[in-house]
């Protein structure tokens, strides 16, 4: 399913968000729920996991997650605006301390003008919310599962820097 160095990630992530008493949540689109299974699959992990969404689809980034219409119709799915926004839209959802977020291209045709491999990695705390572009290469099921370990990184150093 995930990278090789997701478990033991994903315990890491478990272990600092439990010490230092934070609640994580997730907002997935291109891995479909991944990054909250790695999350789920750690013992303990109900002391801090508090829920994802799965949004694969428009209509779900934007009536659950908040997404705007607008910015989904001009810049489609796969984007870095969106990508935030779907990682605020899990915090508020799902009352968490930080989410991340995932939305991009696994393949195999290229979607929303957007090449194979583009991926969008979304975060969203106390301090402010952002997105990161990556460029994975693989076939489908290798570049989802490292949008999975990029997003579990970027939600390591959320917690680490609370």
């Known amino acids: 399913m995930t990278g090789g160095g997701t478990p033991a990630l994903a315990a890491r992530i478990i272990s600092e968000a439990t010490r230092r008493g934070i609640t994580v949540a997730t907002a997935e689109s291109l891995t479909a729920g991944w990054i909250s299974a790695a999350l789920a699959d750690v013992p303990g992990a109900s002391a801090v996991l508090r829920g994802g969404v799965v949004s694969y689809h428009n209509q779900v980034k934007q009536e659950v997650l908040g997404v705007d219409a607008s910015l989904l119709e001009s810049r489609g799915s796969v984007d870095a605006e969106v990508a935030r ?11 968490s301390d930080v989410a991340v977020a995932s939305t991009g291209v696994a393949g195999p045709d290229a979607h929303d003008g957007k090449e194979v491999g583009t991926v969008f990695i979304g975060h969203a705390g106390p301090h402010g919310s952002g997105a990161v572009e990556f460029r994975f290469t693989g076939g489908r099921q290798a570049i989802r599962a490292q949008a999975c370990e990029r997003a579990l990184e970027r939600l390591l150093e959320l917690i680490e820097a609370e």
């Open 85 to 95: 926004r779907m990682a605020v839209g899990a915090r508020r959802i799902c009352t």
